[in-house]
């Protein structure tokens, strides 16, 4: 069975320092989509970023980057320059063949001013 | 373009309740979920609809839940009766079809808290 795990609970870094967020998943799948989701305090959840498994360049959105290690089946986030904004619970989450999404149970950053 | 819409934002009921959840997608998307995300937690998938067709049904407890999409475009949600396990929050969330298809579009979400 497919799942994401995601082994740091909580994290809290300064403003304005680099983070990363690890997620690891398990699969036999070799195409699929992986992603991850923020979600800020009693706020709707929203994407980050999208990573296509045949696509060995990983994917970036401005402060927002991945690690994608296929082999290692590892796909981190790597937050720079971190906002205040940036505090939320973020969730890896991973896109099953029968397009049902595996979620990871959630990472909650805090960035400290 | 207005997002996904899903109403009421929260509700506090008695325990053997009923309560609806209501859920307008983004104009065009035809894919629909239902997840329900209990606190500290990840999403966890009850229904998905493609247009008015539940395909993915597996995790939603009949006994209790219930949920429609006529026509295609709006849903609800239906729980009746509510028990104190079933506090969290419902989210929905739409997708389109094409190269989008697998990124999903979420509403604010339903807060219940049952009592």
């Known amino acids: 069975a497919q799942t994401v795990t995601q082994s740091q609970p909580e994290m809290s870094v300064q403003e304005a320092e680099t983070v990363t967020l690890s997620c690891t998943y398990d699969t036999s799948e070799n195409n699929y989509y992986l992603f991850w989701y923020k979600q800020p305090p009693s706020r709707q959840m929203i994407l980050v970023i999208r990573?296509?498994?045949?696509k060995q360049q990983n994917a970036t959105e401005n402060r927002f980057s991945v690690n994608f290690q296929k082999a290692a089946k590892s796909f981190s986030l790597k937050i720079s320059d971190s906002q205040l904004g940036d505090t939320a619970m973020y969730f890896c989450?991973?896109?099953?063949?029968?397009?049902?999404?595996?979620w990871g149970a959630g990472t909650k950053l805090i960035i400290k001013p | 373009e207005a997002g996904v819409v899903q109403s009421p934002r929260y509700k506090i009921i008695e325990k053997k309740q009923p309560v609806a959840f209501w859920c307008n997608p983004i104009?065009?998307?035809?894919?629909l979920y239902w997840y329900r995300q209990n606190l500290g937690q990840g999403p966890e998938l009850l229904i998905r609809?493609?247009?008015?067709?539940?395909?993915?049904d597996s995790q939603l407890p009949k006994d209790r839940f219930s949920a429609e999409r006529l026509k295609g475009v709006d849903s609800t949600l239906k729980i009746q009766p509510a028990e104190l396990g079933d506090s969290a929050v419902y989210l929905c969330?739409?997708?389109?079809?094409?190269?989008?298809?697998?990124?999903?579009?979420f509403g604010a979400g339903s807060r219940l808290t049952v009592l």
């Open positions: 990573q296509e498994a045949y």
């Open positions: 104009s065009g998307h035809n894919t």
């Open positions: 969330a739409s997708s389109p079809r094409g190269i989008g298809a697998n990124v999903l579009t």
């Open positions: 609809y493609e247009n008015e067709e539940a395909v993915d």
């Open positions: 989450a991973f896109l099953h063949s029968n397009y049902q999404l595996i």
